[in-house]
């Protein structure tokens, strides 16, 4: 093999690892769902709710629940997570407050309950389901709950700064507060949310479907320096790879004239 091909080669493979790398370092920052189907969530986690009146999880669930976890001033999937619980209640054949319910949660604590307010009255202005107001309830509360309840949910996030890294993922709870199911990404089905609440007000678990996970991010997390390493050398090593295959393409069209 001749000098320029043997650089050549090196360089190729050295490339190739190096993207390998970022890869996979970029899949260890992914913050997504574990899966807790047929677990419990702890009836002792205390929220505020709209009347500024701290309450127990488990007085508020006795029927098929829909929980949300988000951040109300989320500048990313939050607010289709959001859209897609509005849509599901104006379009399913099941009565809210009846069949089933809406809960809501920030996974910010430092978010007042006032934010909540607000965002629940920009959703009512748009909704044709008048019950609303009273059967989908908005919450905040402490770091320290929001640890508690999103682990034993499965639910992953990580914090930077004032924004959030999390998946798009709502969970449907039993009226025993067993998870039932998970719904994943911005919209649910009717005919899909329909099974899913008879399963559930029958205490039924049932395996997730359209496991279509989305993720609300918008930053490289600085405390994975590696991965920030790994990327740029990876960049600088294809420009230098591509200035290599020109020299070399060009040394053999010389040879062969």
């Given at each position: 093999?001749?000098?320029v091909r043997h650089?050549f080669?090196?360089?190729?493979?050295f490339?190739?690892t190096?993207?390998?790398?970022?890869?996979?370092s970029?899949?260890?920052n992914?913050?997504?769902i574990v899966?807790k189907?047929?677990?419990?969530?702890?009836?002792?986690?205390?929220?505020?709710?709209?009347?500024?009146?701290?309450?127990?999880?488990?007085?508020?669930?006795?029927?098929?629940?829909?929980?949300?976890?988000?951040?109300?001033?989320?500048p990313g999937?939050?607010?289709?997570v959001?859209?897609?619980?509005a849509?599901?209640?104006?379009?399913?054949?099941?009565?809210?407050g009846?069949?089933y319910?809406?809960i809501?949660?920030?996974?910010?604590?430092?978010?007042p309950?006032?934010?909540?307010?607000e965002k629940?009255?920009?959703?009512?202005?748009?909704?044709?389901?008048k019950?609303?107001?009273?059967?989908?309830?908005?919450y905040?509360?402490?770091?320290?709950?929001?640890?508690?309840?999103?682990?034993?949910?499965?639910?992953n996030?990580?914090?930077?700064?004032?924004?959030?890294?999390?998946a798009?993922a709502t969970?449907?709870?039993?009226?025993?507060?067993?998870?039932?199911?998970?719904?994943?990404?911005?919209?649910?089905?009717?005919?899909?949310?329909?099974m899913?609440?008879?399963?559930?007000?029958?205490?039924?678990?049932?395996?997730?479907?359209l496991k279509?996970l989305?993720?609300?991010?918008?930053?490289?997390?600085?405390?994975?320096?590696?991965?920030?390493?790994v990327?740029?050398?990876?960049?600088?090593?294809?420009?230098?790879?591509?200035?290599?295959?020109f020299?070399?393409?060009?040394?053999?069209k010389t040879?062969?004239?």
């Amino acid at each position: 093999m001749d000098p320029v091909r043997h650089i050549f080669y090196r360089l190729a493979v050295f490339t190739i690892t190096l993207l390998s790398l970022a890869d996979i370092s970029a899949q260890d920052n992914r913050f997504g769902i574990v899966e807790k189907l047929g677990e419990s969530l702890p009836q002792d986690i205390v929220l505020l709710n709209e009347d500024s009146v701290w309450v127990r999880l488990g007085d508020l669930i006795d029927k098929p629940t829909l929980l949300s976890f988000v951040y109300y001033k989320c500048p990313g999937l939050c607010s289709p997570v959001m859209d897609g619980l509005a849509e599901i209640i104006d379009k399913s054949d099941l009565k809210l407050g009846k069949d089933y319910q809406v809960i809501t949660i920030s996974i910010d604590y430092r978010e007042p309950i006032s934010l909540a307010r607000e965002k629940k009255k920009s959703y009512l202005k748009v909704m044709e389901t008048k019950s609303a107001g009273h059967f989908w309830k908005f919450y905040v509360t402490d770091s320290s709950a929001v640890k508690k309840l999103t682990d034993a949910a499965g639910w992953n996030f990580t914090r930077k700064g004032k924004d959030f890294t999390h998946a798009a993922a709502t969970l449907l709870i039993t009226p025993r507060m067993k998870i039932s199911q998970y719904f994943y990404g911005t919209f649910i089905l009717p005919m899909h949310f329909h099974m899913a609440v008879e399963d559930a007000r029958a205490e039924r678990i049932d395996a997730s479907r359209l496991k279509d996970l989305k993720y609300c991010y918008n930053f490289v997390p600085e405390k994975n320096k590696t991965y920030s390493t790994v990327v740029s050398s990876a960049g600088i090593a294809i420009l230098v790879l591509a200035a290599f295959l020109f020299i070399w393409l060009s040394l053999a069209k010389t040879s062969k004239s």
